[in-house]
């Protein structure tokens, strides 16, 4: 699982991807924004995008539960 500060496809989480399916296949999730952002605090952008604390955890529990 990644999450960055930036577009989810394309960046960190897109090179562990292509690393992770031509190594060793397993459930993923690429946290990040999903295109054009709007204008606002960090606080709120990251809360827009699902990457708080709370929200990262039950992403993180998603990907554990596919690989279960």
Same mark, same amino acid.
């Given at each position: ?5 930036? =577009?989810?496809?394309?960046?960190? +989480? ?10 060793? #296949? @397993? ?5 990040? &924004?999903?295109? &054009? ?7 709120? =952008?990251?809360?827009? !995008? +699902?990457?708080? #604390? ?8 998603? @990907?554990? !539960?596919?690989?279960?």
């Amino acid at each position: 699982m990644t999450v960055e500060e930036a =577009l989810a496809t394309g960046g960190l +989480g897109g090179a562990v991807a292509e690393t992770v399916v031509t190594e060793q #296949p @397993v459930p993923m999730a690429l946290l990040g &924004f999903s295109g &054009f952002c709007s204008t606002g605090s960090s606080e709120y =952008l990251i809360d827009k !995008a +699902g990457m708080t #604390p709370r929200r990262i955890a039950a992403a993180a529990r998603g @990907v554990i !539960a596919r690989k279960a």
